[in-house]
């Protein structure tokens, strides 16, 4: 290459150039993306408010329904929203406190700047919330003393009801036993069968305490003791006498059969020639009770307390008597054939003359035999 052509490349090669700035041309919109709208699209900040206040709305709604409804709780969150609500607001002003201002610093010591809403707020939050506490614990005082005012006031109302029905069953039967001759009716008679069936109905409606006086007044009576063909006038068969205070009740030769009296008070009660056969007294208490002469016959006894009882010349053949307490019971000529006895504590009872089982049969019972008379006279060590 010549010189002259040398120098002529070296010309036209570092001729400038045009440089386009396309950070321009990018920037500039065309015509096509001009015309397009716009979408809006809410901030995190705005849709957070938006959530906020739809919240806000439906707490208030609900504690509003709430009130409306009764319910004097709802108060509680209304008032939380109700607050919340105002220190959200106060965040937008600075007089409040509530956000970060920049107050203005005095040189002097004895001047101290206005205070916000919120430095007031702090000094009143401890009596406020005392206040609170100790209106929140009267009213709760208050509607508790109301509840067991209510309570107690609807007890005493069932309590006058179940009396006035006790009393106007008692006046119906002195009105059959002496205007309808009831005593003296026969079996099949239609005196009887309304005596039997408004006596089965008090006394399933009627609680353990008035249960007692309906039963002595039918044992006072002789309502319930076998009379003709072996049989009562009125029949307790599988009445629930369940829980009920019988203590020291006088049902002698009563007709108890296949009653319910589980876990029943009749301590001290007189059941001497009382048919109880099949009668459930598991769990009751008979301390010091008089079954002598008594048909129990295939009743439960299972964990029967029956301290001192008196069973001479029952019938107790294969009753249970599971775990049964006899402690010192009297037994003396009882039947005892059959009967179940394990676990049973018969420590000092006397068996003497006891039939249906022998002392060797009772010896292979896992039972307490300290100090028991045995059925042929022999005291157990």
Not at 120 to 129: G, N, R, S, Y
Not at 219 to 247: W, Y
């Given at each position: 290459?010549?010189?002259?052509?040398?120098?002529?490349?070296?010309?036209?090669?570092?001729?400038?150039?045009?440089?386009?700035?396309?950070?321009?041309?990018?920037?500039?919109?065309?015509?096509?993306?001009?015309?397009?709208?716009?979408?809006?699209?809410?901030?995190?900040?705005?849709?957070?408010?938006?959530?906020?206040?739809?919240?806000?709305?439906?707490?208030?709604?609900?504690?509003?329904?709430?009130?409306?409804?009764?319910?004097?709780?709802?108060?509680?969150?209304?008032?939380?929203?109700?607050?919340?609500?105002?220190?959200?607001?106060?965040?937008?002003?600075?007089?409040?406190?509530?956000?970060?201002?920049s107050?203005?610093?005095?040189?002097?010591?004895?001047?101290?700047?206005?205070?916000t809403?919120?430095?007031?707020?702090?000094?009143?939050?401890?009596?406020?919330?005392?206040?609170?506490?100790?209106?929140?614990?009267?009213?709760?005082?208050?509607?508790?003393?109301?509840?067991?005012l209510?309570?107690?006031?609807?007890?005493?109302?069932e309590?006058?009801a179940?009396?006035?029905?006790?009393?106007?069953?008692?006046?119906?039967?002195?009105?059959?036993?002496?205007?309808?001759?009831?005593?003296?009716?026969?079996?099949?008679?239609?005196?009887?069968?309304?005596?039997?069936?408004?006596?089965?109905?008090?006394?399933?409606?009627?609680e353990?305490?008035?249960?007692?006086?309906?039963?002595?007044?039918?044992?006072?009576?002789?309502?319930?003791?076998r009379?003709?063909?072996?049989?009562?006038?009125?029949?307790?068969?599988?009445?629930?006498?369940?829980?009920?205070?019988?203590?020291?009740?006088?049902?002698?030769?009563?007709?108890?059969?296949?009653?319910?009296?589980?876990?029943?008070?009749?301590?001290?009660?007189?059941?001497?020639?009382?048919?109880?056969s099949?009668?459930?007294?598991?769990?009751?208490?008979?301390?010091?009770?008089?079954?002598?002469?008594?048909?129990?016959?295939?009743?439960?006894?299972?964990g029967?307390?029956?301290?001192?009882?008196?069973?001479s010349?029952?019938?107790?053949?294969?009753?249970?008597?599971?775990?049964?307490?006899?402690?010192?019971?009297?037994?003396?000529?009882?039947?005892?054939?059959?009967?179940?006895?394990?676990?049973?504590?018969?420590?000092?009872?006397?068996?003497?003359?006891?039939?249906?089982?022998?002392?060797?049969?009772?010896?292979?019972?896992?039972?307490?035999?300290?100090?028991?008379?045995?059925?042929?006279?022999?005291?157990?060590?």
């Amino acid at each position: 290459m010549r010189h002259g052509e040398c120098s002529e490349f070296i010309d036209n090669s570092w001729s400038p150039v045009t440089v386009v700035d396309m950070s321009e041309e990018r920037a500039t919109p065309t015509a096509k993306q001009q015309n397009k709208p716009r979408r809006w699209r809410p901030t995190k900040r705005q849709a957070l408010w938006a959530g906020g206040l739809a919240l806000l709305a439906a707490m208030s709604i609900a504690c509003v329904v709430a009130i409306r409804m009764g319910h004097r709780l709802g108060y509680v969150p209304l008032v939380i929203v109700v607050l919340l609500t105002l220190i959200r607001l106060g965040y937008r002003y600075e007089w409040t406190g509530f956000r970060e201002t920049s107050r203005p610093k005095y040189e002097k010591r004895d001047i101290q700047p206005r205070k916000t809403l919120w430095d007031w707020m702090q000094l009143l939050f401890v009596p406020v919330m005392l206040a609170i506490l100790a209106g929140g614990l009267t009213w709760w005082q208050t509607s508790s003393e109301r509840a067991r005012l209510v309570e107690e006031a609807a007890r005493q109302e069932e309590l006058r009801a179940q009396n006035t029905a006790v009393q106007d069953y008692l006046d119906q039967m002195t009105t059959l036993m002496l205007e309808d001759d009831l005593r003296s009716s026969d079996v099949d008679s239609e005196v009887r069968t309304i005596a039997q069936a408004r006596t089965s109905a008090v006394l399933r409606a009627v609680e353990p305490e008035n249960q007692r006086t309906l039963l002595q007044f039918l044992s006072d009576a002789r309502l319930i003791q076998r009379v003709d063909e072996n049989l009562p006038i009125i029949s307790l068969d599988r009445v629930g006498l369940s829980d009920s205070d019988l203590r020291d009740i006088a049902l002698s030769g009563a007709d108890l059969r296949f009653a319910n009296l589980r876990s029943a008070n009749l301590s001290g009660a007189n059941l001497s020639n009382a048919n109880l056969s099949g009668a459930n007294l598991s769990g009751a208490y008979l301390l010091n009770a008089n079954l002598s002469g008594a048909d129990l016959s295939g009743a439960n006894l299972s964990g029967a307390d029956l301290l001192n009882a008196n069973l001479s010349e029952a019938f107790l053949s294969y009753a249970n008597l599971s775990d049964a307490y006899l402690l010192n019971a009297n037994l003396s000529g009882a039947d005892l054939s059959g009967a179940n006895l394990s676990g049973a504590i018969l420590s000092e009872a006397d068996l003497s003359g006891a039939k249906g089982v022998t002392k060797e049969q009772l010896e292979e019972q896992p039972v307490i035999l300290r100090g028991v008379r045995m059925p042929d006279g022999e005291i157990h060590p």
